[in-house]
T-cell receptor
């Protein structure tokens, strides 16, 4: 049973607009959350993280929001750029070791 | 440059043969991980190691084996017991502890026919 779900397999956004990628999890013990970006035939690249003691973390154009009561996190990219086109994975863990990954959302930013 | 290397990038094997995938890191990270990715799916954890000479099974360890004799190296052997070995394999490492972000290698695509 998948403990981390990304229900949107794909998302298309116009350049300059906001991209919002969503992620839901089922395990209330998850305390650490990561977002990764992945290009085809390459390893994922770490983007941004958040722990459960916070509800928001920002790094440049990337902001992650965590809603623990809803078991939901989201990644906002503002403004979106064509180079952001990739597959985005969220991951969650109850500790520092074993992370569970979602199935990914393919973002296409149109020029 | 510090990083994680995986070799080879593409690997072809005949069914029934064991094959070992290499993973090396020079980041001085304590923890290392092996994941498998199949089309349309997320990454699934095969094995992980938090320290030299110690490792734990992940969610899909059956048909795989690992060793962690050196901090820098965490090779994965795909044995003939693995029913569906064709996949994209990713190695990752992290500092461990409170610094939990994992850094990934470029991956190895294994095809078994």
């Amino acid at each position: 049973d998948q403990q981390v779900k990304q229900n949107s397999p794909s998302l298309s956004v116009q350049e300059g607009r906001i991209s919002i990628l969503n992620c839901d999890y089922t395990n209330s013990m998850f305390d650490y959350f990561l977002w990764y970006k992945k290009y085809p035939a390459e390893g994922p690249t770490f983007l941004i993280s958040i722990s459960s003691i916070k509800d928001k973390n920002e790094d440049g154009r990337f902001t992650v929001f965590l809603n623990k009561s809803a078991k939901h996190l989201s990644l906002h990219i503002v403004p979106s750029q064509p180079g952001d086109s990739a597959v985005y994975f969220c991951a969650a863990s109850p500790n520092f070791n074993k992370f569970y990954f979602g199935s990914g959302t393919k973002l296409n930013v149109k020029p | 440059d510090g990083g994680i290397t995986q070799s080879p990038k593409y690997l072809f094997r005949k069914e029934g043969q064991n094959v070992t995938l290499s993973c090396e890191q020079n980041l001085n990270h304590d923890a290392m991980y092996w994941y498998r990715q199949d089309p349309g799916q997320g990454l699934r954890l095969i094995y992980y190691s938090q320290i030299v000479n110690d490792f734990q099974k992940g969610d899909i360890a059956e048909g795989y084996s690992v060793s962690r004799e050196k901090k820098e190296s965490f090779p994965l052997t795909v044995t003939s017991a693995q029913k569906n070995p064709t996949a994209f394999y990713l190695c990752a490492s992290s500092s461990g502890g409170a610094i939990y972000e994992q850094y990934f290698g470029p991956g190895t695509r294994l095809t078994v026919t």
